[in-house]
Nanobody
């Protein structure tokens, strides 16, 4: 089970840190991802991190502004979002990879089908 939190209403240029807590599965065995879905749009990949935190990747448009991290001791994954823009407005979801112990994230992490557990989402709204 995944629980995302930390969303809210912020102004352009502000920062937010999203959190995702995991339970019910050995969290530390699995890579994790963040996706987002804006109204009327498909859910899109944001970032992914390998099971041990040693490998990360981001959507090309978000590199340099967003940072994914994890704390396996706390069963938590985070998404630090800086310099937020109105186009970042969306519901943000965390998800767990289907396959454990992948050493590196890769292009397959952009595919929603690579994840089998999803959190309920947290709303991020960025005003201009």
């Amino acid at each position: 089970q995944l629980q995302a939190s930390g969303g809210g209403l912020v102004q352009a240029g502000d920062s937010l840190r999203l959190s995702c807590s995991a339970s019910g599965r050995t969290f530390s065995y699995y890579g994790m991802g963040w996706f987002r879905q804006a109204p009327g749009k498909e859910r899109e990949f944001v970032a992914a991190i390998s099971w041990n935190g040693g490998s990360t990747m981001y959507a090309d448009s978000l590199k340099g502004r967003f940072t994914i991290s994890r704390d396996n001791a706390k069963n938590m994954v985070y998404l630090q979002m800086n310099s937020l823009k109105p186009e970042d407005t969306a519901v943000y979801y965390c998800a767990t990879e289907k396959n454990p112990y992948r050493l590196r994230v890769g292009d397959y992490n952009r595919n929603r089908d690579e994840y089998d557990y999803w959190g309920q989402g947290t709303q991020v709204t960025v005003s201009s």
